[in-house]
């Protein structure tokens, strides 16, 4: 049904661009209004650990979470943004392999365990760019589910077809 | 024909207070969205082993969300002690790493000093609020996550797309 399916799309548009915003937020509102500030970071605390060594900055302050994580939160807004834009073959081959969702987890898997055992410190943009490209394959999956979640009518296999 | 519904509840806390301690942990909590992720995946793992037929990715997305808030309000009551002993924890982490370091990034002295604050009654219920539906974010992923890694496969029978005779003639060959 196009109607909910637009409405899903906006729904998480509108949840992933705050949350993202929300990393942006946080360090410029640090000078300005610090309370606020304090509560943003808390908020995202539970999900980073917030290491200025591992963050970027912003105004003079490190965002709300770390690089890897600022790459998982902006991969999926901007695929979410577009999802619309790809074609449905695409969509389709993607949506039936969620096997994919392990795959791209591999490259920050990797990068992961050798900045663990010391073996490798990664530089923050390939950090970033792990994150981003794991999250980015997610929005394909969530769509997936929501319209699973949406659909009303009852299966192909119990609907009596009546003949033409 | 209905969909049979699986049971989610179950899994769900679990799974949910798996992610809600974890996160909470100092030290454990390091590893950014892992726990979120990782206790919505447990929570459809344990969904899977009790449900007898394949489930759908909605349902990973479902469980997940659920152990999603139900970690988040774990995770909160457990924040309230661990705050300023997480606080405590880094502020000496920090200290210690500073003395190895010639120049210290910005905002990493105004974090060294930085003392805990109890927070007012609105601010409470509107982290408790958003930290919730965070860890439903995350914990709807990690349900997909999960869906990802303990799919059962549909038997054979169901995936079967042999057409049903709409009337006994649609059966004889040679139409």
Sequence with gaps: ?????????????????????????????AARSPGISGLIYALYSPFCHQLPLRSYFLA?????????????????????????????????????????????????????????????????????????????????????ALQELGRTSPPKDSVCKSSP | MEKKQPEYFIPALIGGALMGVASAIPFLNCLCCL????????????????????????????????AGVIGGLINFLLEIPLTPVNLRIGQ????????????????????????????????????????????ALFGAIGGLVGYSLFKKEPPKEMNDETPIPQNPGDSQSGF
């Design chain 1, 60 to 144: 003079g302050y490190k965002l709300a979470v770390c690089s890897r994580c600022s790459g998982i939160y902006a991969g999926f807004f901007l695929s979410t943004l577009l999802y619309p834009f790809w074609g449905k073959k695409l969509k389709n081959r993607l949506e039936t392999r969620p096997a994919l969702i392990i795959i791209l987890a591999v490259p920050m898997g990797i990068d992961f365990l050798l900045n663990l055992l010391s073996l490798w410190d990664s530089p923050l943009f390939i950090k970033n760019m792990t994150g981003f490209i794991w999250s980015s394959c997610l929005p394909f999956f969530w769509f997936k």
């Design chain 2, 92 to 135: 000496r982490f920090m200290t210690s790493v500073s003395k190895f370091m010639k120049e210290l990034p910005p905002g990493w002295d105004e974090l060294l000093t930085m003392d805990y604050q109890a927070a007012d009654f609105p601010s409470i219920l509107i982290s408790l609020l958003l930290s919730t539906l965070f860890f």
């Design chain 1, 1 to 29: 049904m196009k109607v909910s399916k637009y409405f899903w799309w906006s729904v998480t548009v509108l949840l992933s661009g705050t949350i993202l915003a929300g990393i942006f937020l946080a360090p410029w509102l």
């Design chain 2, 35 to 66: 726990w979120a992720v990782a206790g919505a995946v447990f929570s459809f793992f344990l969904l899977n082993q009790k449900t007898s037929f394949p489930l759908q990715l909605s349902d990973g997305l479902l469980v997940g969300a659920l």
